[in-house]
Structures are given as structure tokens and as C-alpha cells.
């Protein structure tokens, strides 16, 4: 599919609209509306996160280390859900008070609930049966709908609201966040697909997320009208570019997977540590884009 089919439809999922604001003021600066953004993403990463690693421990890959890490990753949803709906002083922000932003909270808050009581049981020691494996991916995916729709509405209100955030940089960096989130989505995609749950559902699903990475990562690269910058800086652009050419190794991989192709165990964990790098570069770069703003 073309990236400006790829990227439309993205946003016409995403139902980004953007809508003058009444009586909602409680930003000041920059530096919190950042920080609520970052939160949102995290708490969208988390989603899949807690599948994905839910996943290895069902695949039987160091579970016990990864059980301890899917505690953290449970402990660090709560920690950010709970921080942009009440505030939290050492982040620097107060309790939300946008009605629209509330309720989004509120309903990933009822998703939370649900996959939280399984994930839990799991990092306690529970064993994961295929079936409850199945349970785990769904509400992880209704999760991600929910964390996805918060991300759009609080990039919307406060890209409107700060004046001096222009409203393209909130949404970039919302993008470039999804970015993160798909690098979890893939990684939990091919190891649901690696242990048998539901093969086809699940290569589909890859098989999109592969196509919506490439795209908006071009799109991040050159810009997108209305929507996501081209690079601002020159550092950006090459950075940006490593990142794409990063990609092309555990891409190629993925696109295997999805095809049917066998792959074997150590290059299954080599992409995984390559999906993991790319995120954290993605990670580095959204700091970039803020850095950016803050000194021009």
C-alpha cells in the first residue's frame, strides 16, 4: 500500500480531530505537556508489553526473569495512569482536568482492570495456559485501543491549549510514540505466532503493523501534512535514517514470520533484541524533537 494510503488510515483510525478548547487551561509550559504525552505513550507500550512478555513466559523463556519484569511493567502502567489523572508533583504536573481527557483516562482504567487481574496472577507465579495466553492477547488489544484513542485526545487538547506548542509538534510526537508501541506489538506478535496462538489472527495483525512502522517512520522522515513534521533538524534526519536502516534486518525477519517461513530460536531472540534497540532509539529521538522545540 502507497504511505499516504498507510498514514490516512492511520489517522482516520485514530479519529484525530482537532477542536477549538473551553475552559480546560492548567498548562503553563511546554516541559508537562511533554511529560503527559510521554506518559500516555508509556502507558500504550505497557498494553503490549505485559502480553509480550507474558508471551516469553508461556514460550518459556527465562520465565522467572521475565515475570519480575512483567511486575515492573504492571507497577509502571498504574504509576503513569495514576499520574495524569491525579497529578504528581515531582513530575511536575497537576490532576487532569480536561472532562474529555478524564473520561478517556477512565476508560482505559475499566480496560486496566481486566488484563491487569491476568497478568498479575502471572507475574505471581501463575502458570499460562494457550487459552489464557489467547485471554491475554485480547484484552491486550483492547487495551491498546483505549491507551491509543487517550494518546490522540491529550495531543489534541494540549497541542490546542499551549500556545507555544505548536500543535503539529504534539501530534509527531504522539506518532513517534506509536512508533515504540509497534516495536512491542510486533515482538508480541511473533512470539504469539512462534507458540501457536492463533496463527492467523496474529500474522495479520504483524503483517499491519509492519506496513503502518514503515510508513509513518517515512513519513517522520519527510512529513506528513496536517500531521506528523518532516525532520526538523539535521541530526534528526541522519538519525532518523540509521533508525530506517536499523529496520531492514528484523523487518525482513518479521515478514518471514508472517509468510510462514521457519525461523530459528537465536534469531527469534536476535530480533527481539533488535525490535528492543529500535525502541529505545525511537525513545531517544522523541527527547530529540523536545530539545528541539525547547531551544527554538
Given at each position: 500500500m502507497h504511505i499516504r494510503n498507510i498514514v490516512t488510515s492511520l489517522v482516520l483510525a485514530s479519529s484525530i480531530t482537532v477542536v477549538p478548547l473551553?475552559?480546560?487551561?492548567?498548562?503553563?509550559?511546554?516541559?508537562?505537556?511533554?511529560?503527559?504525552?510521554?506518559?500516555?505513550?508509556?502507558?500504550?507500550?505497557?498494553?503490549?508489553?505485559?502480553?509480550?512478555?507474558?508471551?516469553?513466559?508461556?514460550?518459556?523463556?527465562?520465565?522467572?526473569?521475565?515475570?519480575?519484569?512483567?511486575?515492573?511493567?504492571?507497577?509502571?502502567?498504574?504509576?503513569?495512569?495514576?499520574?495524569?489523572?491525579?497529578?504528581?508533583?515531582?513530575?511536575?504536573?497537576?490532576?487532569?482536568?480536561?472532562?474529555?481527557?478524564?473520561?478517556?483516562?477512565?476508560?482505559?482504567?475499566?480496560?486496566?482492570?481486566?488484563?491487569?487481574?491476568?497478568?498479575?496472577?502471572?507475574?505471581?507465579?501463575?502458570?499460562?495456559?494457550?487459552?489464557?495466553?489467547?485471554?491475554?492477547?485480547?484484552?491486550?488489544?483492547?487495551?491498546?485501543?483505549?491507551?491509543?484513542?487517550?494518546?490522540?485526545?491529550?495531543?489534541?487538547?494540549?497541542?490546542?491549549?499551549?500556545?507555544?506548542?505548536?500543535?503539529?509538534?504534539?501530534?509527531?510526537?504522539?506518532?513517534?510514540?506509536?512508533?515504540?508501541?509497534?516495536?512491542?506489538?510486533?515482538?508480541?506478535?511473533?512470539?504469539?505466532?512462534g507458540t501457536g496462538i492463533n496463527i492467523a489472527a496474529n500474522s495479520e495483525n504483524l503483517e499491519q503493523e509492519i506496513a503502518l512502522f514503515s510508513a509513518t517512520l517515512d513519513a517522520l522522515i519527510g512529513g506528513f501534512p496536517g500531521l506528523i513534521m518532516p525532520a526538523p533538524t539535521e541530526q534528526i534526519r541522519v538519525e532518523l535514517e540509521a533508525l530506517r536502516a536499523n529496520w531492514a534486518a528484523p523487518k525482513a525477519a518479521l515478514v518471514g514470520l508472517y509468510r510462514g517461513e521457519e525461523i530459528a530460536v537465536e534469531d527469534r531472540q536476535m530480533m527481539a533484541a533488535q525490535l528492543e534497540g529500535i525502541s529505545e532509539n525511537l525513545t531517544e529521538l522523541i527527547e530529540d524533537y523536545e530539545a528541539y522545540h525547547m531551544q527554538n
Open positions: 473551553v475552559g480546560v487551561a492548567q498548562m503553563t509550559d511546554a516541559g508537562s505537556a511533554f511529560t503527559r504525552i510521554h506518559l500516555a505513550g508509556k502507558m500504550s507500550k505497557n498494553s503490549q508489553m505485559v502480553a509480550r512478555i507474558s508471551c516469553f513466559i508461556f514460550g518459556g523463556v527465562e520465565a522467572q526473569a521475565h515475570r519480575e519484569l512483567l511486575a515492573q511493567s504492571i507497577a509502571d502502567f498504574e504509576l503513569s495512569r495514576k499520574a495524569l489523572f491525579y497529578g504528581d508533583a515531582e513530575l511536575g504536573i497537576e490532576a487532569e482536568r480536561s472532562q474529555r481527557i478524564r473520561n478517556a483516562l477512565g476508560e482505559v482504567g475499566d480496560s486496566w482492570q481486566e488484563l491487569s487481574e491476568l497478568v498479575s496472577a502471572v507475574a505471581e507465579g501463575q502458570e499460562i495456559s494457550p487459552g489464557l495466553m489467547a485471554e491475554i492477547d485480547l484484552y491486550s488489544e483492547n487495551l491498546l485501543d483505549r491507551t491509543t484513542a487517550l494518546n490522540t485526545r491529550i495531543a489534541n487538547v494540549y497541542g490546542e491549549e499551549i500556545k507555544d506548542v505548536p500543535l503539529i509538534l504534539t501530534l509527531t510526537l504522539d506518532m513517534a510514540g506509536r512508533q515504540v508501541t509497534r516495536m512491542e506489538r510486533a515482538s508480541k506478535e511473533a512470539c504469539l505466532i
